[in-house]
């Protein structure tokens, strides 16, 4: 006799995110900005000061209130996860049952497709339009040809950098009875967030993440944002200690300083803005990048028929992005990590000899 793994579980891999020293890492999103010596020590004050015996705030309280202030939201309609990914597993877990359908666009943040395999639930997948935007009449006649129980977007959307204005939302919202999941992981870079609507409606969930702008992946913190119905039963449904101590110490230091956090933003989005501009420029001297889209993000997604060699290339030099396809995704990192990513581009692409 031997136990046998089921049918859905051994179909899968684990996720095995890229290995290996790669010095210029701009495959991840992530904020390039290291804590900081102040900060750091911040951190480290708070972290001594943990009752290490004990369990944490099972509703991490005080950094609900620090998110919420920061945001000008209510605190009662915030709920805390161990990232935003926990978020998306609990929401699919919970509110969906097994064989219900989840709209979804395509392409999106993979995790959500993820979760709803792993729940048996049957994801509805509405193609992007042709210049790469959601198409709300699409995805809204697909939730009710379907019967959908929810629709899970990202907004500004990883991977494709673009944003859906908060009209084009609203319509989505109100033109549905399903749940919708909208993940503001990179709204802090653009302006349409639709946070302070979330908790109007009741078929809302607005994710947000530590991750992101505020450069605390490592953390592992992200927010749940709904009005009183479906926040009760999130809590209700995610495990008791899900976001630890240490997080919930180090993340009051770093959410109690909102100018800290807003100039690092700003800082992102120049340092985006500079990578976007420059790789048009790059754009006019090859015939290789075929398609730039306009960012609302940390990152820039573009297009080429040479996106096999750009990857590999850029990996031979020690610079990692995403590929997909015929399709880059690339982070805006700092200054001399932005210009070793062009000029190593320009470089497969045209020739010319990189810039050191
Ligand atoms: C990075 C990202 C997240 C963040 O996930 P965490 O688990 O909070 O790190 C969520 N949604 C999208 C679309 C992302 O790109």
Known sequence: MSYCINDKLSKLTPYAPLTGEY???????ESYFPMGERMSEKIAEAVK?????????PY????CALFAAYYGIQPETVTAGNGSDELIGVLVNAFLEKGDRLVVTEPDFSMYAFYAYLNEVECIAVPKDDDMRVDV?????????SGARAVMLSNPCNPTSLGLCREEVRRLVEGTDALVILDEAYMDFWDQSFLAESAEYDNLVVLKTCSKAFGMAALRLGFAVAGGRITTALRA???PYNVNAVTQAAAKAVLSDPAFLKSRTAKLVNARRFLEEELRELAKKT????RIYASCTNFVFFSSPKAEDIYAGLLECGIAVRK????IRVTAGGMDENRAFLSNLQHILTGEEPVR
């Open 23 to 29: 010095p210029v890492r701009l495959d991840a999103n």
């Open 49 to 57: 000061k943990v009752d290490f015996n004990r369990y944490p705030d």
């Open 60 to 63: 991490a309280k005080e950094v």
């Open 137 to 145: 009449a699409a995805v809204l006649e697909a939730v009710r040809q």
């Open 237 to 239: 449904a995610k495990s």
């Open 287 to 290: 015939d290789q990048i075929t």
């Open 324 to 327: 997909m396809g015929t399709f």
